[in-house]
């Protein structure tokens, strides 16, 4: 019975996207999570030869993938499939296991986020990104998406690309604002980018978006001031490791 | 949808409330050629000077738009639709005054016809599917970023929006010498990179990761460019220079430098010191490139290094050195890193003096007796060392290497010692002293080729090791010794021995070994391994003795041992792995049948051995939570006698003790287990570890020793059974950073069992040492620290032979450090270490009673010049107290052994440091 409607809803969605443009207020997307390892050490070598002798052993990249499920009043980005970790690598991934819930009604979000032993959940309002609105365009998952550069904190960079046709104003993480939703995006700073693999517009599975319960309330300041005090005099490493717990 | 729109009005007010002048605008959206009202679009209002984002909304059904709570201003209105052309016009939105848009009517867009630009100059060279470009035939204007480098090239198009289109397909992908710049997004590379350092352009069609392994391109919609950079953008070089002395004696100098251009690296150094050994230190080498032999075990899943145990490590030394050490790396990588060289040479020498003397008493339940001896000793060790390595990878699924490492060393030792054995009454059993000299040739090579093949199932992987290896040693020396013997403290009879040694000794050996890895699924592994090892060896030792023409010609076939050995072992492990995301174990073990055929070149007479080798192992491995894990490990091996342990040569280097092999030693076995904790709060700055961990041996080897009524040991190897050891250790680390307290708590405990056999008297001791410490240290950076640990130890043992006493003791002291930063530039930095023992009866009693507290003060004054803080004058002062005495001392409940050596101990040096550094893309 399910997969008849299944097809029948295949059948009409055909039918519809020939007739005309169809715009979407749920889904379900799967996004990859690369992280570009050399660059990122690179960086936190800041000039050190340690990196001239360390490069061979470090892995270029390291994937990981987050769905992320919406309708038009809220969605959660959590980790999504697992894929076999490369065991040579001594790099431990950042916040590769945050779900985000985002009510876009209320302007708050709850964000639980594992750091070393504490599971943080941190309840707070949005984001504020201050976005500029390029000309340019590229096709992502077969969505055309247009360029957006975000700033947050008023010093990181964000590049998202984001599709009028999916009506929802969320992206990876903690990251939204914009008309429509993003399928790719990419924080220099972190040497990251999350780009949509798969999309799924019809039968969105919009009962999952729950917020997490877990973890150890708190709202986005207290969480920065505990893990500060910790990572600090980490350095560039700490930094980076800070910065991506806060987006 | 209204609930929707209605939302992202709630958001907007709440962001722009701080204005209280606001108005609104409205308008319909409609498309061109059908005429009809299109719903959905999206209506952003950006600000004109800066184009952020301020509002947004879509239209209804109708096409209607409408965004109220403006602040008063001129905007950019936005309108997009998809498949549509983008609409913007400039509006100026006035206080208090709705601003009516109208009609908003989109076109669907139009094909644009591309402009194609042809350059007729430039060095283009087409290779296979790969299209290059040589950047410096191209101009560009001063300042010009890779992007407008991009646009001169023919076939290659650069839009407004910095997409590429290279040979009409869309360019997906840009590389920096082969190498992702950042992400997906090209433009990142192509407008932040100066066209200065641009060697040459590659252009060549996007292969996926699969395509490249199979090494067949698929049929790509897309193109790639490669950025190959100019060499001399990627120059750097660091290095080192070091000069101390203290304007008499000792001199120290350094220098190391390090040369990379692009992937080729060429590294030397050299060094001389008159306070160590010279040897690099592990970041000196690791910074040179030197000894990077770290390893990678695809099947345990671990790194290792082989590392060089060298008699050149400070550590081991003894005496007033003079070393000098030189070496050289060069390595480099071609054919996108498909080969990889790389060489190196070693140096070192090594010139020591030594005063040392051994002072031993034992105690035995019938009597006690003493064993002193003083030595002067003088010795010269040269070393060099010839690296060679080799990797081609062929493709991505074949790997070859080959490495070669081969030695050649000397060594030349002087000496002269003085022996005295002492009853119960301090009356003497003998006397003696000998001189020793010997000199050493060793040369060895070992080789080593590798053939590693993956294949297209995931974790699939077949090793082969082929190893080859030749070890030369050739040696002579002179034993002199005049030794007296006495009855009742009076000379009964004297000994001289006036010898000359000789000895040579050959040896090859060929192995290999396969190993095959096979994924059963996604988490479990099976390893099988299979090698064998060959060694064939010819080991002559000869001594003679002075014939009536003064000249060494007698032999003396009691000292003189020529032996032929072939040693033989098949081995087979089976392994199995396991990894999950929690838990890791492996369970296997292995199996190997060893032969060895010893032919006896003086007597004719020929011996075999045969054992069968057994190595059982289980590891888990289980993580609790991120940061926190619990091991537990069981090793079991089968521990076979050495060659020296089983044959019956027979050494008189120290005629008053000698050393007799046992052919009937039985094979033991060793178990070990092993327990671990640890765990690390990273938020709360904690750490905690802790270990236990228990040896037990079956078919121990004990040294089973008999003096003769002259103080003459002989020691003979004999099984025994019951000897275990075991340990225990925890730590716990609480605080981090400035200003704060930090708590560290340390831990050791070890103890166990042994027998041996004190002139023919089993004796069974059991022993236990504990030590704790408890460290304190504050800080802030860049100011000051200062650390105290101080520590308390205690030591017991019992022997099964002499219940009666009591060699109990406590240790106390610990270690105290600081550093200051003082006024122009100046840094001091001191650290004390204090060594305390309890005094016990067994030494007051002693002719070793002596004070063995040390107290170890060293300071430094240090200030650093110029401007980047390159340069370093440093006073130091080594053993302010002038204690650092070589010192080691063993108590047991049978016997005291207490050893003193010479070392550097007091000095005031004074040096200068110099580093320089240059890396790829710094001015």
Same mark, same amino acid.
């Given at each position: ?67 992320? %499920? ?12 697992? %894929? ?13 296991? =945050? ?7 209320? =302007? ?73 939703? %993003? ?65 | ?923």
């Amino acid at each position: 019975m399910k997969k008849y409607f299944l097809l029948l809803a295949f059948c009409f969605l055909l039918w519809f996207a020939k007739a005309q443009t169809q715009f979407f207020s749920t889904v379900k997307i799967e996004f990859e999570k690369t992280v570009t390892l050399q660059a990122l050490y690179k960086e936190i070598a800041n000039g050190d030869n340690w990196y001239e002798n360390m490069k061979e052993q470090i892995p270029k990249t390291s994937l990981t993938y987050f769905d992320f %499920i919406a309708d038009s009043a809220h969605s959660v980005y959590k980790p999504g499939r697992e %894929i076999a970790t490369n065991t040579r690598t001594w790099f431990q991934p950042m916040a590769n296991k =945050n779900t985000v819930y985002t009510d876009y009604q209320k =302007n708050t979000s709850i964000s639980q986020k594992p750091i070393y032993e504490e599971t943080f959940l941190v309840e707070d309002s949005l984001l504020n990104i201050k976005w500029k609105i390029t000309p340019d365009t590229r096709n992502i998952a077969g969505f055309e998406c247009r360029k957006a550069v975000g700033i947050l904190f008023d010093t990181v960079a964000v590049f998202a690309f984001y599709t009028d046709e999916l009506m929802i104003s969320g992206g990876p993480e903690g990251i939204h604002g914009l008309p429509g939703m %993003i399928l790719g995006m990419g924080i220099p700073r972190l040497h990251a980018t999350w780009f949509a693999t798969k999309v799924q517009v019809v039968n969105v599975p919009t009962s999952q978006i729950q917020p997490a319960a877990k973890g150890k309330k708190t709202n986005r300041k207290t969480m920065l001031e505990a893990i500060n005090k910790a990572l600090k005099d980490w350095d560039a490493y700490g930094r980076k490791m800070v910065l991506a717990t806060q987006i | 949808m209204r609930k929707f729109i209605a939302g992202f009005v709630f958001i907007l007010a709440i962001t722009l409330t701080s204005h209280s002048q606001t108005t609104s605008i409205k308008g319909t959206v409609t498309d061109t050629v059908e005429k009809k009202n299109l719903s959905n679009a999206v209506v952003t209002l950006l600000r004109k000077s800066d184009s952020v984002l301020v509002k947004f909304t879509r239209t209804n059904a109708n096409g209607g738009f409408a965004i109220s709570n403006i602040p008063a201003g001129t905007y950019v209105i936005m309108i997009t639709y998809p498949k549509y052309a983008d609409f913007a016009d400039e509006v100026k939105l006035t206080a208090a005054k709705p601003y009516d848009l109208g009609k908003v009517s989109l076109l669907t867009r139009a094909i644009l016809l591309k402009e194609v630009i042809v350059h007729n100059t430039g060095a283009i060279r087409i290779k296979g599917d790969t299209t290059e470009f040589v950047a410096d035939s191209f101009k560009v204007k001063e300042g010009a970023t890779v992007e407008d480098l991009l646009k001169k090239l023919p076939g290659l198009t650069v839009n407004s929006k910095g997409e590429i289109t290279a040979q009409g397909k869309r360019v997906d992908k840009v590389l920096v010498d082969g190498e992702e710049f950042f992400g997906d997004d090209p433009t990142i590379a192509t407008q932040n990179l100066s066209a200065k350092v641009v060697d040459k352009v590659q252009v060549f069609d996007t292969k996926t990761e699969q395509d490249q392994i199979k090494g067949i391109a698929g049929n790509s919609d897309s193109k790639t460019i490669n950025i190959k950079l100019k060499d001399n953008a990627k120059k750097g070089y660091f290095g080192k220079m070091e000069a101390g002395s203290d304007f008499d004696r000792l001199h120290n100098g350094k220098i190391l430098y390090n040369n990379f251009l692009g992937k080729r690296k060429v590294s030397l150094f050299g060094t001389k010191s008159n306070t160590s050994t010279g040897s690099l230190g592990w970041e000196e080498r690791n910074k040179l490139g030197i000894d990077n032999d770290l390893e990678y075990d695809e099947i345990g899943g671990y790194y290792y290094s082989f590392g060089t145990n060298d008699d050149f490590s400070d550590w081991g030394l003894q005496g007033i050195p003079d070393a000098y050490s030189a070496g050289g790396l060069y390595s480099n990588k071609w054919d996108e890193d498909k080969n990889n060289l790389n060489l190196a040479y070693n140096y070192n020498r090594l010139g020591t003096t030594n005063e040392a003397s051994t002072l031993k008493q034992t105690l035995l339940p019938d009597t006690t007796f003493y064993n002193n001896e003083n030595s002067n000793t003088k010795g010269l060790k040269q070393q060099h060392v010839f690296t060679g390595k080799y990797e081609w990878k062929i493709d991505s699924l074949t790997t070859i290497k080959f490495s070669s490492v081969n030695t050649y060393k000397t060594t030349e030792t002087s000496g002269t010692t003085h022996s005295e054995a002492l009853s119960d009454a301090r009356e003497f059993v003998n006397t003696g002293d000998r001189t020793n000299t010997n000199d050493l040739t060793h040369k060895q090579s070992d080789n080593q080729l590798n053939y590693k093949q993956l294949f297209k199932k995931k974790g699939r992987m077949l090793m082969t090791t082929l190893r080859y290896s030749l070890i030369n040693d050739d040696n002579s020396g002179t034993l002199y010794s005049f030794n007296q013997f006495f009855k009742n403290g009076v000379i009964d009879s004297t000994l001289t021995t006036d010898q000359y040694k000789a000895g040579t000794g050959r040896s090859q050996t060929y192995g290999g070994k396969i190993t095959y890895n096979e994924p059963l699924s996604t988490k479990w592994n099976l390893v099988t391994e299979y090698s064998f090892n060959n060694n064939n060896s010819t080991s002559h030792k000869n001594t003679f003795e002075k014939d009536n023409n003064d000249k060494y010609t007698i032999l003396d076939s009691f000292y003189s041992n020529n032996f032929d050995l072939n040693a033989f072992a098949h081995t087979g492990i089976v392994t199995l792995r396991y990894l999950g995301k929690k838990l890791k174990s492996v369970i296997g073990g292995g199996a190997s049948a060893v032969k060895l055929r010893l032919h006896d070149l003086d007597h004719g007479a020929t011996r075999e051995y045969n054992f069968t080798n057994f190595t059982p192992q289980i590891q888990f491995g289980y993580s609790i939570k991120p940061q926190t894990n619990l091991s537990f490990r069981y090793n079991g091996a089968t521990r076979q006698p050495t060659i020296d342990q089983l044959q019956p040569i027979r050494n008189n280097n120290d005629p008053l003790n000698v050393y007799i092999g046992n052919p009937n030693l039985k094979v033991g076995f060793n178990h070990n287990l092993n327990l671990n904790y640890n765990s690390f709060q990273v938020l709360k700055s904690r750490y905690m570890y802790t270990g236990i961990g228990f040896n037990f041996q079956e078919n121990a080897i004990a040294n089973f020793s008999v003096v003769d009524i002259y103080g003459k040991t002989t020691t003979t190897p004999i099984n025994v059974q019951g000897n275990y050891t075991y340990y225990m250790y925890g730590g716990w680390v609480s605080g981090q950073g400035d200003q704060k307290l930090i708590h560290e708590i340390n831990t050791n405990v070890n103890g166990g069992r042994n027998i041996t056999f004190i002139n023919a008297q089993k004796s069974i001791n059991t022993y236990v040492n504990i030590e704790l410490n408890y460290g304190l240290s504050y800080s802030l950076q860049d100011k000051y620290s200062i650390r105290v640990e101080p520590k308390i130890g205690r030591n017991t043992s019992v022997s099964s032979l002499r219940k009666d006493i009591n060699n109990n003791y406590w240790t106390y002291g610990g270690r105290a450090e600081g550093y200051l930063k003082l006024f122009w530039k100046l840094e001091f930095s001191s650290d004390v270490d204090f060594d305390l023992r309890q005094q016990i009866e067994a030494f007051e009693s002693a002719s070793t009673n002596t004070n063995t507290n040390i107290v170890l003060w060293n300071a430094e004054l240090s200030k650093k010049f110029f401007k980047d803080k390159s340069g370093k004058l440093i006073f130091r002062a080594n053993d302010i107290l002038n204690q650092n005495k070589g010192f080691n001392r063993i108590i047991n409940s049978n016997f005291v052994t207490d050893q003193r050596y010479q070392r550097i101990a007091q000095y005031f040096m004074l040096s200068f440091q110099w580093t320089f550094t240059k890396m790829p893309g710094q001015k």
